[in-house]
């Protein structure tokens, strides 16, 4: 699991893109903790100064793998109520 990974440069920009976001919402000092509905997810929300939008960040801790995570998140999307959902928007 935690091997060496390689990365083409699209990849690299992005996760470089995603540290520099996250080096900027960690000096925030107003962090606005959010209610979630559910009690094993912890939600917050900041805005970046200079930024137009707010970010919302939600954290849970799941015991599956990676694979699980993304079969789930697959299944999910393509649901017939999910797409259902969709079409009417």
């Known amino acids: ?7 083409d440069d699209k990849e ?9 976001f996250f080096e900027r919402c960690k000096g925030i000092k107003e962090i606005k903790n959010v ?5 094993r997810v912890e939600m917050k ?3 970046v100064d200079g930024e137009s ?7 849970a801790v799941v015991d599956v793998s990676v694979e699980e995570c993304l079969a789930q998140g697959i299944v999910i999307l393509d649901s017939r109520e ?7 928007r």
């Open 82 to 88: 999910r797409k259902k959902i969709m079409k009417e």
């Open 45 to 47: 929300m900041v805005h």
């Open 12 to 20: 690299i920009k992005a996760i470089r893109k995603g540290k520099d």
């Open 35 to 39: 209610v979630s509905p559910d009690s």
């Open 1 to 7: 699991k935690n091997e060496e990974q390689e990365y």
């Open 53 to 59: 939008l707010g970010t919302g960040i939600a954290t």
